[in-house]
Every structure is written in C-alpha cells, then in structure tokens.
C-alpha cells in the first residue's frame, strides 16, 4: 500500500538524515518505526505526507508517486498525529475536529454528524466536549481530539510521531488500547514512530528498527526477537523482557524483606 | 478668562473633527498596508529585518522633521503630507506587532496546521492571525496613541488639528489655546486607547459580541466626532473657497484673521492655514495650494530671489513683483504699510554701557556677546549678508522660539537678539534696535501675495484691497503688543485693527498702491 523505494534524505546538519531506504507498508498493519532519537525515523514518517520531501528515491501510495500529487491535497487525506498535538487553540473541539472536512467542503450536517461519531470513537461524549476550548482540556484528552481531527476526512492512512509522548504513563496504557480498537474498528493502516521499545510492542503487527538513517531489521515481534539479524536488534527486543526482570525482583526482595521482619 | 476660552473653544469641533480624521485615517491606512506587509515578513523571513529596520529608522526621525519633509517630497501642503507622514509613522508598533504575534504563535500549532493539509494563506488567516490578533490590536492601539500626538504636529504643513491650538497657543502666549490643544489631544488618545483596548480584550477572549461593540463604538464616536467637518462640508458646499495661510508668528496670526475676516465678508467660505514655515508657506502658494498670506519683500528678495546686493524699498518691491510673477506664479497685491524687518536688537540700557548704537559698534564688541536668534534666522541668507558685511564675530549663537526670543535678551540670557522691528515687545522689554548703517538688511515691506488663481478673481482682489497701505507701523506694532504682552486674543486683535481701518477709509480715497509705507 505504501512503499519507500531507496530513499535518501540529506539534512546539512546530518541529524535525521536517511539513506537508501526501502519499506513497505501493507494495508490494515500497524508498522512501528523503532529507535533512538535523531535516527531518521521522524524524517521516514514524513516523506510520506511530503512534509519532508526525499532528496533521492521514490514513495509511493497505493502505486502512485506522491511527488504527482499536490502536497495540500495529500495531507488531507492521510492522518497526522504527533506529540506536540497541536490543537487550534482558538477554535473549539468541535471545530479542531472539523478542521479537513471544512478545508474540503463537506456539508454542515456531514460534518456535524462526522464530528459526534468520531468524538464517540475516540471516547469523549460529544455532548460533553463538543463546545469545549483546547485549553479545558487534559493532555490525553487534547491527543484524543488530535486523534479525532486526524481521521476527520474518512481517512484509512494515520501518521503518528511519537503520539502518547506527552502524556502520563496511565493515560498513556489507555490511548494505546483505544488506539488498537480504532485501528481494527476502522481498518487503518497505521505508522506509528515511537523510541518506547515496549509501547512498539504493544501497538505494532511490525517492527522496523532503525539506527542512523536505516532499517536494521523489518518483522514481527516474535520474528525480531527469535532471528533478530543483528546484536543490536537482539538487545532492543530484549529490554523490555530485562526491565520486567528487574522490576519483578525489586518488588519481589521487598517483599520478602518484609516478611522476614514479621517473623521476627 | 471666561472669554478666553469661549473664543477658543468656538474652535474646538472643527479642529477636533480634523484631528479625528486625520488620526483615524492615517491609522486605517497604516493597518491596511501594515498587515501585508507583515504576511510578506512571516513568509519570508529573511525580508523581516530590513523590514522592521526601515520602520524603526522612520520612527527615529523626530515627528515634526518626518511632517515637514513631506512637503518638499509631494510637492504640496495640507492633508495629504501630514497624512503620509502619519502613516509611516503609525506602522512600526503595527507590524511589528504582526510580525512578533506571529512568530509567537505555538510551533505545535503551525506543525498541526500544515499536516492537515492547509495551504500557507490557509495557515495564516485561519491560525497565525487569530492567533496573532491580541498582540497585533496592542500594536494597533499603541499606533493610535503615537499618531494622536503626532497629529498635533501637522499644523506647521497645513493640515488642521487640534495642534492649531497649541501653535498659535505658543506664538501668541495664550496659555488657554495651548490647554485646549492638549486636553483636546489627551481626551482623544484616552478614548481610541479605550475603544481599542475592548477589542483587544475581544480578541484575547475570542468573543465576537465584544469585537462588534468595540467595532460599533468605535464607528460611532468617530462619526459623531467628524460631525462638524460634514456639516460644513454641505453647508457651505457652493460658496467659493479660499485659503489663507500664516507663518509662525503673533503678526502672521493677525494679519490672516483680518484677511479671513475681509474674505468672508465678501461671501468666501475660508480656511485658514497656520503655523506654515516660510518656505512652505510660500510654495504652497506657488502651486495654488494657499490663495493668500502675508510675505516681507526682503525675504523675497534674499531667500527667493537669492540677491545680496542693496537695494531701496521701491525697486526691492518692484523687482520681486516682477520675479514672483514670471518666476512663481505669485501675484503681488501690494504692500500693508508698514514694515516688519529684521533687526538686531539689545537691552536699551546695556547698550548705552557698552557704547553700541549701530552694528558696526556691536562688531567690535562681538567677541564677548552672545547672539540669539529665531529658529530660521541663522540659516536666512539676510544673516549671512549682516554677517559679512560688518564682520560678525559673536562668542556664543543661540536659537530660540521667536516667542521666548525677547524675555532671553531681556533677562540677560543673551546680549542681542534677531528681533522683529513690529513687534510690540521692543518697547515693552525696554529694548533698542541697532542702526544698520551700511544698510545691509533687505527692506521687510509687509506685501499681501496672492495665487495667479486667486489674483484673477476681482471679488477675490477686491476684497482684500482696502488693507492695502491701511495698516501703519505703530498700528502693527500695538496690535502685536496686545497680544504678546496683553493677552488679548488674535480674534479681538484683527478686529481692532478691522475697525480702524473701516473708520479712516474714506470711500472717495482711492486705494494706495506702491511705495506706502
């Protein structure tokens, strides 16, 4: 559905920069971008809907070069979410959701209707949220509308750069969950860039590791941690397996620590 | 005082209607070509510095230097140059303003906006000017309170205002007219401040209701304001018009009301344009913008006409006729009657000490003595003249208000003065003038000059005829004097002098033409 076909991005800096890239994307999968910061995984994300433009290579939406198309109108139909969230402050949940449909004209009752929908989808009663500013809202909350906004124009491709980033740990554990719904409910094709091995996990059919602007190892969890085709793939997928490890031997000391004093 | 200020206060719609207009306009035009080019900064960058420096640069230009250099750059005098010099100076707090609120707008936001899928002009009209806009309205009403100052400075290139008041308050000593002025200007910029402020408050609050009000109230006091500008605009609308003009002294004051009175006696619907330099008062005849005011023929003669050599009344007077209508497009009615020339003049009793009783004394002594001067008088070709001619030395030259010229030698400030030979304060401040020997300072005979246009209409001539070789020395000299130093008003003033000129007219006397004096 998506394919990168040796891209190259040169940034005179070199931070972000990708070289010779290939990747495909199929329709319905969640891909998740995986690695460090400044490994060109936010640049990878961005070819896509053009707001980077490649300087070598060639990306192609369902067959067709996204350079043939007018960057305005591909934006529009592909979703964006990322970190920053950025709502339009001045304008109310509402209107931040009806933001595309308004840019192409849809009807006041298409997008009235579109609006409840996908406030319902993204779990905030429309009733409730619909006339709300930006500001009276709590970080999870602000990235459900972005949610909401990004999938306005009936969208099947949803961009996400480090979406749950900006928000709590346990809100965050409830975005993913609704994300997975949403993503199944609606049969989007997700790519999601994340540098949270196990939120990777969690959300992706596929993983694409990437390390100073290449993919070291494309495929499905269970694939990369059981024929990972280098060491530093190897570790990744093993971190969280480790954390766990540790945590449950912290809680697990303490509790005996505990026990022993009450014999005493 | 109660007559004081009612006779000003007569004065007070027309000149506060202009100064709204001229404030009003000048900020609406200021938005309208501030906002694009803001847009231009925000979407390129690079273009912002230059930008805002060219801005920058315009406002360091003192206000009323930035006015008057619009006269010479147009080519005209009146609204339009004061409009013009508001206007470039009401756009720096707006674009910057714009450029600053822009940028501040969250990089998030801007991000969001473009992945999307907005164009640019999409980004900045739906998200970079909202968001902008309680930062650009600050600018806005930063603008309005700088241009309601400013404004009052556009008297001296002819455009009223409520400066008019502070002017000739100055000139004339009447501290009643400079109140006025002031307290006309302060009330304005307090009320634009409010209005405007509601409407920030409307943009910060994103309430719409809030923006009509501020935009409703706004329209309305600026209506009501300009009532009197309409209201003589119908009013008057198919009686012929006519321009008076007067440079920036008490006599000039005087001598165009009298003018303005005789006009409108003859059915004129008359404007009156004050506080005019020399220079622009003069071009602005030339080119038709001004239909009459009261010249000098020695100042025609050496800053006109740039001779140097001496010369008696009658063919300084006779010659500068003829240039002014060959070279100028002026018509020289003819001479007042007296004469208002420029003289050195000092202390009559440090005079006698010193033993200085002409200029060729006061050279001697010039070494030790300091000069005061009227802001034009050290760059007038007629100084540069004296200066040569009796080899003028002075230790120390000072320029000053005309105004507050005479209480400076009076009080020792200074030891001689360029005063005014008609000015009433000679006498009042026990100050003598200086012989000129080798008579090296022009005649100053006061000649009435009229625009060719105004020259070819008789009622136009007629009217102003009977002033001719009416108005003596002494009689010029007591009118001044009861404005400087009585406090009369320049109203009551003219028509004193009026009423003496009515009584001594017999209508069998033909009207006297050259050589009065």
Not at chain 1, 72 to 88: P, S, T
Not at chain 2, 16 to 27: N, Q
Not at chain 2, 321 to 345: D, K, M, R, S, V
Not at chain 2, 369 to 376: C, V
Request: charged residues 20%; hydrophobic residues 45%.
């Amino acid at each position: 559905m998506i394919s990168l076909q040796n891209v190259s991005k040169i940034y005179p800096g070199g931070v972000g920069a990708i070289e010779r890239l290939s990747l495909e994307i199929e329709a319905g999968e969640t891909l998740v971008l995986l690695g460090a910061s400044g490994c060109g995984k936010t640049t990878t994300l961005k070819l896509i809907n053009r707001l980077v433009e490649p300087t070598s290579g060639t990306v192609l939406i369902e067959g067709r070069d996204v350079t043939s198309l007018d960057p305005v109108v591909l934006r529009r139909q592909i979703g964006y979410v990322f970190q920053g969230i950025g709502l339009f402050p001045h304008w109310t949940v509402a209107e931040n959701v009806a933001a595309i449909p308004k840019l192409l004209g849809w009807s006041d009752a298409r997008i009235q209707d579109r609006v409840d929908t996908l406030l319902n989808d993204v779990g905030l009663p429309p009733d409730a949220y619909r006339a709300r500013r930006p500001a009276e809202l709590s970080g999870g909350q602000q990235q459900r509308v972005g949610v909401a906004r990004a999938l306005a124009a009936e969208t099947r491709i949803l961009l996400m750069d480090e979406p749950f980033g900006a928000v709590d740990p346990i809100t965050r554990d409830g975005l993913q969950e609704q994300i997975k719904q949403i993503q199944k409910q609606l049969d989007l094709t997700i790519i999601l860039v994340t540098h949270d091995v196990s939120e990777a996990l969690l959300l992706a059919d596929r993983l694409a590791i990437m390390d100073s602007g290449r993919i070291l190892q494309v495929g499905s969890a269970h694939e990369l941690s059981t024929q990972p085709a280098d060491p530093q793939v190897a570790s990744l997928l093993a971190m969280p397996r480790r954390q766990s490890k540790r945590l449950q031997s912290i809680i697990g000391a303490g509790a005996t620590a505990r026990d022993r004093s009450d014999d005493d | 005082m109660g007559e004081a200020f009612q006779a000003q206060w007569a004065h007070f719609p027309n000149y506060f209607a202009h100064h709204v207009l001229l404030t009003v306009g000048a900020l609406a035009i200021g938005i309208l070509f501030s906002l694009p080019l803001a847009a231009l900064a925000l979407r390129r960058p690079a273009l912002a510095p230059p930008l805002l420096g060219l801005s920058s640069i315009i406002q360091t230009i003192p206000g009323l230097a930035l006015l008057a250099l619009m006269v010479p750059l147009l080519g005209r005098i009146g609204v339009v140059p004061a409009l013009v010099a508001l206007v470039l100076y009401s756009m720096l707090p707006i674009l910057r303003n714009a450029v600053t609120g822009a940028n501040e707008v969250d990089p998030n936001v801007l991000e969001a906006a473009r992945g999307i899928g907005m164009t640019d002009q999409q980004i900045l009209v739906r998200v970079q000017l909202p968001l902008a806009l309680p930062v650009l309205v600050a600018g806005i009403r930063t603008a309005a309170v700088w241009t309601v100052g400013m404004a009052t400075l556009s008297t001296p290139v002819g455009a009223t205002s409520l400066g008019n008041f502070i002017f000739s308050g100055l000139q004339t000593q009447n501290t009643v007219a400079v109140l006025m002025g002031c307290f006309g200007a302060a009330v304005l910029a307090i009320a634009l401040d409010g209005l405007i402020r509601l409407g920030e408050w409307a943009a910060a609050r994103r309430s719409a209701r809030l923006a009509w009000t501020s935009i409703g109230l706004l329209a309305i006091s600026i209506g009501l304001a300009c009532l009197p500008i309409l209201a003589a605009g119908f009013g008057d609308s198919n009686r012929p018009r006519a321009t008076v003009g007067a440079k920036t002294f008490t006599e000039q004051y005087i001598l165009a009301e009298l003018i303005a009175t005789k006009l409108r006696q003859a059915g004129f619907d008359v404007t009156l344009r004050e506080g005019l330099g020399s220079t622009v008062a003069f071009n602005a005849l030339s080119n038709g913008d001004l239909d009459v005011y009261v010249d000098y023929s020695g100042t025609i003669w050496a800053n006109y006409m740039k001779r140097t050599d001496p010369a008696n009344s009658e063919i300084v007077l006779e010659t500068s006729q003829e240039w002014l209508a060959n070279e100028a497009g002026i018509q020289l009615l003819g001479p007042l009657g007296f004469e208002n020339a420029y003289a050195i003049a000092m202390k009559s009793q440090a005079a006698r000490l010193k033993g200085i009783s002409d200029l060729s004394d006061l050279a001697e002594q010039a070494p030790q003595l300091a000069l005061g001067g009227d802001y034009e008088f050290f760059a007038r070709p007629e100084w540069r003249e004296v200066e040569a001619a009796y080899g003028l030395k002075f230790r120390e030259q000072r320029s000053f208000d005309s105004a507050l010229m005479y209480g400076a030698v009076a009080d020792g400030h200074v030891d001689a003065i360029s005063a005014f030979s008609s000015d009433g304060r000679i006498a009042a401040y026990d100050l003598v003038v200086l012989d000129d020997p080798l008579q090296a300072f022009p005649p100053y005979d006061a000649v009435i000059l009229l625009s060719d246009l105004a020259a070819q209409n008789p009622r136009f001539v007629e009217a102003l005829r009977p002033l001719l070789g009416a108005i003596g020395d002494s009689q010029m000299r007591e009118a001044n004097r009861r404005v400087d130093l009585d406090g009369a008003s320049v109203h009551s003033a003219a028509a004193e002098l009026a009423s003496e000129i009515a009584s001594r007219a017999r209508p069998s006397d033909p009207p006297p033409n050259f050589g009065a004096r």
